[in-house]
T-cell receptor
Framework: DSGVTQTPKHLITATGQRVTLRCSPRSGDLSVYWYQQSLDQGLQFLIQYYNGEERAKGNILERFSAQQFPDLHSELNLSSLELGDSALYFC??????????FGPGTRLTVL | AQSVAQPEDQVNVAEGNPLTVKCTYSVSGNPYLFWYVQYPNRGLQFLLKYITGDNLVKGSYGFEAEFNKSQTSFHLKKPSALVSDSALYFCAVRDYGGGYNKLIFGAGTRLAVHP
């Protein structure tokens, strides 16, 4: 158990809908990261937050957004969902720039 | 741009034999390298990292990795494979600077250890 929690574990929704994925980092970790794992794209970095501020953006679509709250938990919002958004979404956390610890992921299925 | 490559989609090993999972990297500056393992329906678990120092890095579950600067490689090794080591292994390099920090992953190598 890495100490990073993600909810929900599974999410099934329809095209065009909006969903919110939630992540709680390890105690004491100020950095939160979101990654997407899909069969065709592999593991891709989406976005990083540090203590509430956005620090880096990767291949994140404009339909996707994220935020980190004062209690350090983070949410990833995915809107206008398409079939191709079906993937495993991971959250990770770290202390400053040390190794990242990953949560169990949320499996999103868009029908 | 930082990148890593895992040249093998799958590695097959007999239980008890040594295993190697290959990774090569391309970075500007000093490389910060990592290995993660993913078991079915699980998240990624951190195995080990190289930042500086000894070229042989020891990690979790008996794994180790050898950093080779001249060959730009960071191969994962284990002296004696277990069936329970069967999983998906990812090599990653840290891309950082200006307050940001992200991991660039390889495509992954599926390790199958046969009894």
């Amino acid at each position: 158990d890495s100490g990073v929690t993600q909810t929900p574990k599974h999410l099934i929704t329809a095209t065009g809908q909006r969903v919110t994925l939630r992540c709680s980092p390890r105690s004491g970790d100020l950095s939160v990261y979101w990654y997407q794992q899909s069969l065709d794209q592999g593991l891709q970095f989406l976005i990083q937050y540090y203590n509430g501020e956005e620090r880096a953006k990767g291949n994140i679509l404009e339909r996707f957004s994220a935020q980190q709250f004062p209690d350090l938990h983070s949410e990833l919002n995915l809107s206008s969902l398409e079939l191709g958004d079906s993937a495993l979404y991971f959250c990770a956390s770290s202390v400053l720039n040390n190794e990242q610890f990953f949560g169990p992921g949320t499996r999103l299925t868009v029908l | 741009a930082q990148s890593v490559a895992q040249p093998e989609d799958q590695v097959n090993v007999a239980e008890g034999n040594p295993l190697t999972v290959k990774c090569t990297y391309s970075v500007s500056g000093n490389p910060y390298l990592f290995w993660y393992v993913q078991y079915p329906n699980r998240g990624l678990q951190f195995l080990l990292k190289y930042i500086t120092g000894d070229n042989l890095v020891k990690g979790s579950y008996g794994f180790e990795a050898e950093f080779n600067k001249s060959q730009t490689s960071f191969h994962l090794k284990k002296p004696s494979a277990l069936v329970s080591d069967s999983a998906l292994y990812f090599c990653a390099v840290r891309d950082y600077g200006g307050g940001y920090n992200k991991l660039i992953f390889g495509a992954g190598t599926r390790l199958a250890v046969h009894p």
